[in-house]
């Protein structure tokens, strides 16, 4: 049984370039070549990917090194609530400080 789907980055690169003609396909093409040596990133993730890009009037193909996310930020445990209580008990602490006077 083969892997579904098969990676097919000439057509997409290809579908890319007759969707979006104002994109530069060697810009595209580096980004894909980019994102594709990224252990985490399966051609059907680029597929996604390009496509949101292909139906976004404004972007840029640059847009999909900035919209895949780093592994390394999925792993970060989010903060706790005490995290927000200590930042603005020393904001409100900073605010009420008075500097000495000489």
């Given at each position: 049984?083969?892997?579904?789907?098969?990676?097919?980055?000439?057509?997409?690169?290809?579908?890319?370039?007759?969707a979006?003609?104002?994109?530069?396909?060697?810009?595209?093409?580096?980004?894909?070549?980019?994102?594709?040596?990224?252990?985490?990133?399966?051609?059907?993730?680029?597929?996604?990917a390009?496509?949101?890009?292909?139906?976004?009037?404004?972007?840029?193909?640059?847009?999909?090194?900035?919209?895949?996310?780093?592994?390394?930020?999925?792993?970060?445990?989010?903060?706790?609530?005490?995290?927000?209580?200590?930042?603005?008990?020393?904001?409100?602490?900073?605010?009420?400080?008075?500097?000495?006077?000489?």
């Open positions: 049984m083969t892997d579904v789907p098969q990676p097919a980055t000439p057509q997409l690169l290809a579908l890319a370039a007759a979006r003609p104002d994109w530069s396909p060697d810009l595209l093409g580096d980004v894909v070549a980019q994102l594709r040596c990224r252990e985490d990133m399966s051609f059907g993730r680029l597929v996604v390009v496509a949101q890009l292909i139906a976004d009037p404004e972007a840029e193909p640059p847009d999909l090194l900035a919209a895949v996310s780093e592994p390394w930020r999925q792993r970060r445990r989010p903060p706790t609530p005490e995290t927000a209580t200590r930042g603005a008990a020393a904001v409100r602490a900073a605010l009420h400080h008075q500097p000495p006077t000489t």
